[in-house]
Each structure stands twice: as C-alpha cells, then as structure tokens.
C-alpha cells in the first residue's frame, strides 16, 4: 500500500454550494493525520499552470458559511490532452504530492479516472460536487440541497404575483440531463406541471391541464421546466402554449446560475464535511479510482468508472407520480 505524505486539493467543473465544507474537511483532517496539504487554484487548469499553494488550519477558517469555492474553478481543455495531463503530473511530482481529492461532477470525475489510469502511482479520490444530483453512487450530490431551496424560495415569491395578476408562469430551472431540482422543487411548490428531461411531457396534455385549471378558477398557475426538457427551454414551451390559450396571461423565469450561489445548507454543511473527511480517510486506507458518496445515510465508496457509467442512476417513480396527482 502506497504511503501518502502529502495531499493536493482541487474543485472543478461548475461550483456548487457545499464545496467550501468540504475543502475545510479535507484540510483539517489530513493536517490531524499529519499529511501535508496544498490546495490548487481554478481545477485542472491550476494544476497544469502549477498555481498551488500550501494549506494550513488557517486556511480555512471561517468558509463554512461560504458559497462557491474559495480554490476557484475552471473547465480546463487542455487537460484532456497528453500533453496537458504530462504537465499536470510533472507538477505534482516536483510538489512530491502523492494524491488528489477531486471535487466536482462528471467532467472533473472523467479527467481524474483518465489521470488516475495513466499515472497510477497519484492515488485519486472523488467528491460528488454537483447542484445537478446525478451521480451513481450518492444519494445527494454537493450542492443540491441548497440549490433545491433556492428554487423553492424564488418559485414562493414567484407564486405571489401570480396569484395577484391571474398568470401563468412558466420557471426554467438547472438540470440539463437530471430533473432532480425541477422534480423537488415542483412537489414542494406545488407546482400545476413539472418538465423533466427524464420523462416526456406532451404538450396537448399540459394545455388541457392549464385550461381546465383555468376554467376552474385557479388565481395561478406555475410550470416548472428542467433545462433539458425534450421540447425546449421555457421560452420555447411558453411560447407554444400561448398559442393555444391566448386568453391566459403567460410569463416566464429563467432563474439560471442563481441557483448555484448563496451560503449552504445545514445539509450540504454536514455533507460536505462527511465527504471531505472521508475521501481523506479512504486515501489513508489506500484507496484510489473510487467516489466517497452518501447511501442510507452511510458514507460508502463506489469506483469511479461505475459513477461514471453506471445507468442505475434514475429519479424516483414515485416521486414524479406523486407530483401528477397531487398538481391535480
């Protein structure tokens, strides 16, 4: 089993409430471990560049409470190269690191798993860092929780001018391949109609839906559509609707990248301290080419390449047949 002296940092990929957490975790337990930590600026980017630098307790005091990530992030290109990956790992070489925690989504878990492969004797751990929650292997990602209860809260204030002016609002929310935001955020808003890329809507449907809410005197209406929705964005869905019912007052929100910023939950606070602890301890034990995610609240591990491919990541059944009968 590899000895790990000293360990590197990275966040990479959109940011997503819970980072800041998670990257105290791993701080302050290595530094109890008596490992040496560095923390790398802006993701894989910084790690070709070498922007790194060496952490301490003080480093992180006082983040918890902080959105975003205070190692900054960027989608990097030139990691996927050979050259770029051969700069990266000469980097980490002459820092003598011998191991990586990687926090992020599947782009960052792609390019730590291909990293990983090529340059075995760099042990890597992922961290499910994503608003998006859609990754096999954790029951909440990073960041979901938060960015749930941000949506809720726009869509409760949203509700109130609907209800003032009789309209139909049409809300687009994050989640370009998962409907995991909309679906929550739909049932705990209480939503007429939720448009998720996971299952197909048809518009007729949810015309006859708005209509008979109409007709029955609904003061408002609120559509939540993911941004992967099969027909489109809001704009586009809106757009085809009001064509069929000119009389309705029809609006739409784009809540975009608001959803990923604000301080983090109680929830994602917890989870991001659980994960970052334990991608420490699961390099301790040796381990590498594994994902530290949450499972009937244990924290387990599961290989990367499964999060990756893994197809058994779904929403849950019940919860969109709930959603449609309760909008009824």
Do not use: W
């Amino acid at each position: 089993m590899q000895k790990i002296s000293k360990i590197a940092v990275l966040t990479s990929g959109g940011d997503a409430p819970g980072m800041n957490p998670c990257i105290r975790a791993v701080v302050r337990t290595a530094i109890y471990n008596n490992l040496n930590v560095v923390g790398i600026k802006q993701g894989y980017k910084g790690l070709i560049e070498n922007d790194m630098y060496n952490m301490d307790k003080r480093s992180v005091s006082n983040i918890l409470n902080l959105g975003g990530t205070i190692l900054k992030t960027a989608r990097c290109l030139e990691f996927r190269t050979d050259e770029g990956m051969e700069t990266a790992y000469k980097n980490l070489k002459d820092q003598n690191i011998d191991a990586l925690v990687a926090i992020g989504g599947d782009g960052t878990f792609t390019g730590a798993l291909r990293f990983s492969k090529k340059y075995t004797d760099i042990a890597v751990i992922g961290v499910p860092g994503t608003i998006d929650n859609d990754l096999y292997g954790s029951t909440y990602t990073l960041g979901f929780d938060t960015a749930t209860n941000t949506v809720i809260e726009a869509i409760d204030k949203i509700r109130d001018t609907a209800d003032a002016h009789d309209r139909v609002f049409f809300i687009e929310v994050m989640g370009r391949d998962s409907g995991a935001i909309a679906l929550r955020a739909g049932i705990s808003c209480g939503a007429e109609a939720i448009l998720l890329p996971e299952k197909e809507t048809a518009i007729k449907d949810l015309i006859a839906d708005l209509k008979d809410g109409h007709l029955t005197s609904k003061s408002s209406s609120i559509v939540i559509v993911a941004e992967g929705d099969k027909h489109g964005g809001a704009y586009d869905i809106a757009k085809i609707v009001g064509k069929e019912l000119a009389n309705i007052d029809i609006k739409v929100t784009i809540l975009g990248h608001l959803q990923r910023g604000g301080s983090p939950s109680s929830f994602d606070r917890v989870l991001g301290s659980r994960l970052g602890y334990a991608a420490v301890n699961a390099l301790l034990k040796g381990e590498s080419q594994k994902m530290v995610g949450l499972r009937a609240n244990e924290i387990l591990l599961t290989d990367l390449e499964e999060a990756l491919t893994s197809h058994e990541f779904k929403l849950e059944e019940d919860l969109m047949e709930m959603a449609h009968i309760l909008s009824i």
